[in-house]
């Protein structure tokens, strides 16, 4: 699932447990190991897109971003 955070940014949760910790090269969870849609992915780095351009590329905390 695809919450936002009191800032407005973007954040996954797992459908199934709850938690927002993925693995993102698989788009797993590390909790339940459920797999993420790749549908669901989509839809996320499109929120994840959206915020950032209504952000006006400000500096903004990601610590979801590992790459
Ligand atoms: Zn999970």
């Known amino acids: ?38 549908e669901k992915a989509a839809e996320f780095e499109r929120a994840l897109e959206t915020f950032r351009q209504r952000a006006g590329g400000q500096q903004t905390q990601d610590r979801s971003s590992t790459t």
């Open 1 to 38: 699932m695809i919450f936002y955070n009191p800032s407005g940014a973007p954040e996954m949760a797992c459908d199934e447990c709850g938690c927002r910790w993925f693995d993102r090269i698989r788009n797993a969870c590390y909790e339940c190991g459920a797999e993420v849609p790749a």
